[in-house]
């Protein structure tokens, strides 16, 4: 399995990205996909997560209502756009799979890892 994140940069306060993570290797009908983010010095923490098959999207409260996660099941894409950007949001954002759902705010479930993209929100 192989995940690659995308579309990380710069942006003030107040603005918007939108992060793709493309996923390949098998198929990902009973999967979990999730975004999680590291700022520096500090732990990998869960953003949000999404049913494959259900797209149902869960969030941590500091992201509720301003991201939204969603997938593309035919390109085996999941997206996370990010608007009302805060400087707080600034980390490096990586995506993730794992089977099942118990358990989906832990990183330390998950079993497969993209390589991470920078984000960051100047004030």
């Known amino acids: 399995v192989q995940l690659q994140a995308s579309g990380g940069g710069l942006v003030q306060a107040g603005g918007s990205l939108r992060l793709s993570c493309a996923a390949s290797?098998?198929?990902?009908?009973?999967?979990?996909m999730g975004w999680f983010r590291q700022a520096p010095g500090l732990e990998r923490v869960f953003v949000a997560a999404?049913?494959?098959?259900?797209?149902?999207?869960y969030y941590v409260d500091s992201v509720k209502g301003r991201f939204t996660i969603s997938r593309d099941r035919a390109k085996n894409t999941v997206f996370l756009q990010m608007n009302s950007l805060k400087p707080e949001d600034t980390a490096v954002y990586y995506c993730?799979?794992?089977?099942?759902?118990?358990?989906?705010?832990?990183?330390?479930?998950?079993?497969?890892w993209g390589q991470g993209t920078q984000v960051t929100v100047s004030s």
């Open positions: 290797g098998r198929s990902f009908s009973r999967y979990f």
């Open positions: 999404i049913s494959w098959t259900g797209g149902t999207g």
């Open positions: 993730a799979v794992r089977g099942g759902s118990a358990g989906y705010t832990d990183p330390t479930l998950y079993d497969y």
